[in-house]
């Protein structure tokens, strides 16, 4: 009787949050499959706007000049109702749906990589911000110096509006594809922010490509509209073509009189890669090459049930599934989609820091994939290497399509030594400090007990002594755990220094850590792997007038194993008299690459007429998503 007294509901916060969104936008959000109601994590001290420890919406119409009321989704009614109802009227559902689709997108990315993600810079710039009527116009983008995604809307065409009225109002911020794919670009900034700094074809194009995979999958974790997809294409998902097309309503309104892109858009044809290189066409190759992976592996695992369901035929007759079949079939839909979006997250550790290629990729996808499931027992790998291999995506690095000769080496000419033993202790002290931070409800206790306390909360900590993404200069402010880090990132510039010859870099140079991250995920065997991830870069400033104002960088992410010996080495290597004859050679051959990328940027960019001032700035100004969308999103 007294246990029952003792419930202590009153005092606790709940994990998850229930928010109302339009699964895909309002065009397709008439019918009620598409208005649904999806989960997030619980912030439960988020503000007006919605305003969070990770992103805060500020509802500035920059075409009208004037603030939208912010939507409070802590008031009581709103907490009951799991938010405001769809509405293209209401700014304030704007917001929620802006706020709703950003903390999906960073949960995905956060449950892949097994560490928080967070857009914290400084105590002046702390939190990504989204900014949902920021201007009048068909797109919208990430700005990395505001540190915001600004959402654009406009009329749609009078001529071909599709679905649309003729000339009525389209709004980015309602586009759950615009959302997820803005938000992409940041947090793929915030793990490498040299990506968007095109040194060679595939490095932009791979910021929009995996910015799509991630807007088109994680429309496949929402359980009722996967299955009204299941349904309607009779199991085919790959005739769905309201699942696999990139925001409809953009795409309609804009005139093209379809959806914006798709992810089957290009036919396994080996030829495409060599011949188109605007970013977001080369991209949607690398798109189609994923969801072909994708939609064999499900083949695969449906084919028993569709076996079950058809007397041992396979063949479904004409007409509506059965309810039990849809259901079944949408999780396992559901189940390999988790699977592709969380192997294409991870790969990120197994990157290289700089001027990364689609092979790079596929590599990654499969070292880190094997490290976890070393059976690959749904042939997700197999398929996947499959659909790279039928688009001509290779690794000009691999001599054949083995998943051994596909995954990292250890070393690229002389081998790295381990880690030393106490910077393998402070590695692991970090490692706790990251697990704490992950814990999101722990987070909002320790917050509450810092401002009574004044004491710092294990995010606090985590964010202080963690450089992610960041600029070597803009390392952040540490008091409390300066030890900490000064020994970590400390120790790590020293051995990156001390080692700068294993590394490929030059060791003439100085030798930075933009990032260290300590990992621990759990494999298929329900093992624990823990990784210690660390990116060393370098520039050479004294080139970047060869390079239309960007220094020429060099990278290499090493991922050491729980014992601080070196697992995987990825290199893109520095010039340098002082590097092995094969090493020197790799990178003189891929600073002579980046020479003539540039040359052919230069022949096909239509500004450069008007751009005499800043000619020597000119790769500056195409480092911006911005640039990246003029034309479209
Ligand atoms: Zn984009």
Redesign the pocket.
């Given at each position: 009787m007294e246990k029952r007294y003792q419930s202590a509901y009153g005092m606790r916060t709940a994990p998850r949050r229930r928010v109302r969104i339009y699964a895909t936008d309002p065009m397709s959000g008439r019918r009620s499959p598409y208005r649904i109601t999806i989960d997030i994590d619980n912030e439960p001290d988020l503000q007006e706007g919605p305003r969070g420890s990770i992103v805060e919406v500020w509802d500035r119409d920059g075409a009208q000049e004037c603030y939208y009321a912010p939507v409070n989704l802590n008031h009581e009614a709103l907490l009951m109702e799991a938010g405001l109802a769809p509405s293209e009227s209401d700014p304030r559902f704007h917001q929620q749906m802006v706020y709703a689709v950003a903390m999906k997108v960073v949960e995905s990315a956060r449950r892949a990589l097994g560490r928080p993600i967070d857009f914290y810079r400084s105590k002046a710039r702390p939190c990504l911000k989204l900014i949902p009527h920021a201007f009048y116009g068909p797109n919208a983008f990430f700005d990395k110096s505001l540190n915001a995604i600004l959402f654009g809307y406009f009329q749609a065409s009078r001529e071909t509006p599709g679905p649309n009225l003729p000339g009525q109002i389209v709004f980015t911020c309602l586009s759950h594809d615009v959302i997820a794919?803005e938000m992409t670009?940041a947090i793929v900034n915030r793990l490498r922010p040299y990506f968007l700094e095109p040194t060679n074809v595939d490095v932009l194009a791979f910021h929009?490509a995996f910015?799509d995979i991630v807007a088109l999958f994680q429309r496949f974790t929402y359980h009722d509209l996967l299955v009204e997809y299941v349904q309607s294409s009779g199991a085919r998902l790959e005739d769905a073509s309201g699942l696999v097309g990139l925001a409809q309503q953009v795409g309609y309104a804009t005139g093209g009189g379809k959806a914006l892109r798709s992810a089957i858009g290009t036919k396994d044809d080996p030829k495409a890669i060599h011949q188109v290189f605007e970013p977001h066409h080369r991209g949607a190759i690398l798109v189609s090459a994923v969801f072909d992976g994708y939609f064999r592996t499900y083949e695969n695992r449906i084919s028993d049930l569709l076996r079950i369901a058809t007397g041992g035929s396979g063949i479904l007759p004409q007409g509506r599934l059965h309810p039990d079949l849809t259901n079944r079939l949408a999780r396992e839909a559901a189940y390999v989609a988790d699977r592709v979006l969380r192997m294409c997250f991870r790969a990120f550790d197994y990157l290289p820091p700089v001027d990364v290629t689609f092979g790079d990729f596929l590599r990654a996808l499969v070292t880190s994939d094997y490290e976890l499931d070393p059976e690959d027992r749904d042939e997700l790998r197999y398929n996947m290497i499959e659909g790279f291999r039928k688009r001509g995506i290779y690794s000009s690095t691999v001599t054949s399509l083995a998943e051994e000769s596909l995954l990292w080496p250890s070393a690229i000419d002389q081998p790295l030594p381990p880690l030393d033993n106490g910077l393998r202790t402070k590695a692991r002290s970090y490692l706790a400090y990251s697990a704490a931070a992950l814990d999101i409800t722990g987070r909002t206790r320790d917050r509450r007990r810092e401002r009574q306390a004044g004491s710092r909360s294990a995010l606090e900590t985590y964010r202080q002594i963690s450089i992610e993404g960041g600029d070597e200069k803009e390392i952040p402010d540490v008091q409390d755990e300066r030890d900490l880090q000064s020994n970590v990132f400390g120790g790590l510039q020293v051995y990156g220094q001390n080692n700068a010859i294993a590394l490929g870099l030059d060791p003439n140079l100085s030798v930075a850590v933009s990032s260290f991250h300590a990992v621990q995920r759990l494999g298929s065997d329900q093992r624990l792997i823990v990784e210690f991830v660390a990116q060393f870069t370098q520039k050479n400033d004294a080139k970047a007038q060869d390079y239309g104002g960007l220094p020429l960088r060099a990278g290499t992410t090493v991922v050491f194993g729980v014992d601080g010996a070196p697992r995987y080495v990825i290199a893109k290597p520095m010039p340098s008299a002082a590097l092995a004859d094969n090493v020197k050679k790799a990178a003189d051959h891929r600073a002579a690459r980046i020479s003539e990328f540039i040359e052919a940027m230069d022949l096909h960019d239509p500004l450069l007429a008007w751009g005499d001032d800043n000619f020597d700035q000119r790769m500056q100004r195409r480092c911006t998503?911005r640039h990246?969308?003029e034309g479209t999103?």
């Open positions: 794919h670009h929009e910015s998503v990246l969308h999103l």
